[in-house]
């Protein structure tokens, strides 16, 4: 079992997995997550931080595996009675909405985190107890304290929030740009995280709508960069798509390439290495021609031994990192 704190830059179902995986090798309370925070929003007056749930019901061994979001064995009869209301809605309220699915047990956990910040608990000192009352060992910190938007811009120049984008559309519109609206600052103890880490850990989420939101905080690519060598990505696309979600349509809307290739023109400032699955192993050598090492070894996580063996290695990546950048040296493991 290794010794080494590690940081990990975190985002959805990707990073849910990556961080359950990592929990198999080492010790969870050695482990940091800073998690994106631009997805939140409010549903019904309730605070909703997804990427956080996401994380924390998967560490808990709660969520529901065929989803990959939500607790497994979930009902829905609040929403059900919610949708009595909607006839009479007045125009423009924002009442009764249920475009958004709220679990009747995923509720509870919206309803405590809304009544603590509203009592002015920050959101990491309510993602700590919630964290604490799943039983979750790691040391789950949102990216800031204060709002930050993810928006979407469309085809035909409007802006959208993140959610009406991935749960009311459905994901399924072209993304021309992206900005992130507020003025969220990354927390104090997200910053330590990162800095002091021995290791960092990009994990395979969304480069631009999971991860993004985190590196538009001021000082992020700078403290990342500094340490780029013991920075380590897994790339979220696999032979040219993404394993989930819209990522590879994502960066292609972009203007980026979606490949392993295009994930490492992303990371290359920030991150010394990256790790891509064999059947991306003919394009090692253009992933080290944008300055980073590439590491190749099975990073589907299918199974417990196989995601067992992608943190072995992702771990292993940032020990046998040299100080003087790239070194030329591909790593090919057996699946």
């Known amino acids: 079992m290794t010794a080494q704190t590690i940081a990990v830059v975190s985002g959805g179902v990707g990073a849910a997995r990556m961080l359950r995986a990592l929990c198999s090798v080492t010790d969870p309370r050695r482990i940091t997550a800073v998690v994106n925070t631009g997805d939140d929003t409010i549903i019904n007056g309730l605070s909703i931080s997804p990427d956080l749930d996401t994380i924390t019901y998967t560490l808990a061994g709660a969520i529901d595996p065929d989803r990959g979001w939500g607790l497994v064995d979930e009902t829905w009869q609040a929403m059900a009675s919610l949708r009595r209301y909607e006839a009479v809605r007045p125009e423009g309220s924002a009442a009764a909405q249920t475009w958004f699915n709220v679990g009747d047990s995923d509720l509870a956990t919206h309803l405590y985190r809304t009544t603590r910040l509203a009592e002015g608990a920050t959101l990491t000192a309510v993602t700590g107890e919630i964290a604490t009352a799943w039983g979750v060992d790691v040391a789950l910190l949102p990216m800031c304290d204060e709002p930050l938007a993810t928006q979407v811009c469309l085809e035909d120049g409007s802006w959208i929030g993140f959610q009406e984008y991935f749960v009311g559309r459905q994901h399924a519109d072209t993304v021309h740009d992206v900005r992130f609206v507020g003025e969220g600052s990354l927390t104090a103890e997200a910053r330590g995280a990162l800095a002091d880490a021995d290791v960092v850990v990009i994990a395979p989420s969304n480069p631009i709508l999971s991860i993004a939101p985190i590196r538009s905080l001021a000082g992020v690519d700078a403290t990342l960069a500094r340490r780029r060598d013991s920075v380590v990505a897994v790339s979220p696309i696999v032979g040219g798509a993404a394993l989930k979600g819209p990522a590879d349509r994502v960066l292609e809307g972009l203007g980026h390439e979606s490949s392993v290739v295009g994930?490492?023109?992303?990371?290359?400032?920030?991150?010394?290495?990256?790790?891509?699955?064999?059947?991306?192993?003919?394009?090692?050598?253009?992933?080290?021609?944008?300055?980073?090492?590439?590491?190749?070894?099975?990073?589907?996580?299918?199974?417990?031994?196989?995601?067992?063996?992608?943190?072995?290695?992702?771990?292993?990546?940032?020990?046998?990192?040299?100080?003087?950048?790239?070194?030329?040296?591909?790593?090919?493991?057996?699946?």
Do not use: K
């Open 263 to 335: 994930v490492a023109a992303l990371y290359s400032d920030i991150a010394g290495t990256l790790v891509i699955d064999p059947v991306d192993a003919h394009l090692a050598a253009a992933v080290e021609a944008q300055g980073m090492r590439a590491v190749v070894t099975p990073s589907v996580m299918s199974s417990p031994e196989r995601s067992a063996g992608l943190a072995t290695v992702v771990l292993g990546a940032a020990g046998a990192r040299g100080a003087s950048g790239v070194d030329g040296v591909t790593d090919a493991v057996d699946e």
